[in-house]
């Protein structure tokens, strides 16, 4: 082999080394780019849902709260509300300024002011959406703040179960960037000692956490995390009847319950939908109630704040279904309680005498008289229909006795024979 043939094979074997190398660091780069690189923003996904409309009519969640007889008092100025889902589109026009950027559970970092399935954009709208192009449609608190949060992929919302893992980074992310009020619109079915541990920190510094209580009431109605534990103020939904939503998860550990049936509310991309449903929209109606209530009580500790919730709350039918009834922001905000005040007592009263009215009486008489008459009816009605049948069948007929006849001459009776007489001897 010649010096040039074997430089020239030296040369193409480092090439083709380079060459691998080269494609190895490629490949290398593509894998890490799917697995570890930038999410792509959830606006560029072409299956994400459409942008909403024009809405014109009034919700009726915003008639039975009414949230324009709490604004005089509170807007919720100064709240940070904390919305865990799939994200929120912070360029929606009524929602534009009062979103921060976010975190991103699902992926460690990153903002989550981003939507793709709406789901999160339609509970951040019932929270701080204010009125725009002639919308009737607004928030509770439109001068409270949202975080979104997301803790599941947009993306596949409701296709894979919430990971309680992530959905507990979502809650410490939310108190470590200044929430104080923690709405989580999703449930799992199962208990975790991190969920758990994740909302009793939350807990103690202070913030309220408030949980749907999940929407598969008709699937098995399963227990429903964190919304089952006893910090967290569970949310059940109802509908225009003021009846318990079908799917809407029940049970003993229910507090509240709010609108969440065709419901109005912000769309991603813009615009309205007229007809939303599920329980994230109530948990989304009572966390605007909290912030409506802490920005006019900022001094109020979170177990009272709690306590002012649910007494003023309108009762519902059942425990287990309506909790302690229908939030009331009005009542929340206003109401004053005295936890240390006793029970005044009733004043002093004489016992009502027991005076027979007339007209009753009369009414009494009347109904036995009635009574009496009718049972002699029935008495007779039936010895008849006895009786009748009976003669019949004897060949009785009824009709006037004939007049007795009398012979024309009447033969003048014989002396009286003695009963010991002879016969013929007349002794």
Known sequence: ???????????????????????????????????????????AAPDCAPAGGQVTAPSWAQQVLAPEQVWPFSQGSGVTVAVLGSGVDGDHPQLRGRVEPGFDAVRGSGPADTD??????????????????????????????????RVVDDRAFGDAPVDPRVLARGITGAVDRGAR??????????????????????????????????????????????????EVVAVGAIGPDGRRWSKSQYGPYLDLVAPGVGVTTTQRGGG?????????????????????????????????????????????????????GTVN??????????????????????????????????????????????????????????TLPRARRRRWRAAVAPRPTRPADPAEPGPPVQLFDEPGTGR
């Not at 010649?2 to 080269?22: F, K, N, P, Q, S």
């Not at 109530?282 to 649910?310: D, H, I, N, Q």
């Open 329 to 386: 922001p009005y009542g929340a905000v206003n109401d004053q309680l005295l936890p240390d005040a006793r029970p005044a007592p009733l004043p002093g009263f004489r016992p009502a005498v027991d005076r027979p009215d007339p007209a009753v009486a009369r009414s009494r008489r009347i109904a036995l008289t009635g009574a009496l008459i009718a049972l002699v009816a029935v008495l007779v009605v039936g010895a008849v229909a006895v």
């Open 272 to 324: 309205l939908v007229e007809a939303a449903d599920g329980t994230a929209l109530a948990c989304g109606l009572v966390a605007g109630s909290v912030a409506l209530t802490l920005a006019k009580r900022s001094g109020t500790p979170r177990g009272e704040l709690v306590r002012l919730l649910t007494v003023t709350a309108v009762p519902g039918a059942d425990r287990a279904e309506y909790g302690h």
């Open 181 to 230: 009020v923690v709405a989580v619109t999703v449930a799992v079915d199962r208990d975790s000692e991190v969920l758990r541990a994740a909302v009793r920190r939350a807990v103690d510094r202070g913030a309220v956490v408030v949980a749907a209580s999940g929407d598969r009431g008709d699937d098995g109605n399963p227990a429903s995390y964190p919304a089952g534990y006893p």
């Open 1 to 43: 082999m010649t010096t040039e043939v074997r430089d020239a094979m030296t040369i193409r074997g480092t090439a083709r080394a380079r060459w691998r190398r080269l494609a190895g660091t490629a490949a290398a780069g593509v894998a890490a780019t799917v697995l570890v690189g930038p999410a792509t923003p959830a606006s």
């Open 116 to 149: 793709c399935t709406g789901q999160g954009t339609r509970v951040a709208g019932l929270v701080v959406a204010r009125q725009a192009g002639g919308s009737p449609f607004a928030g509770l608190a439109p001068s409270a703040r949202v975080l979104p949060v």
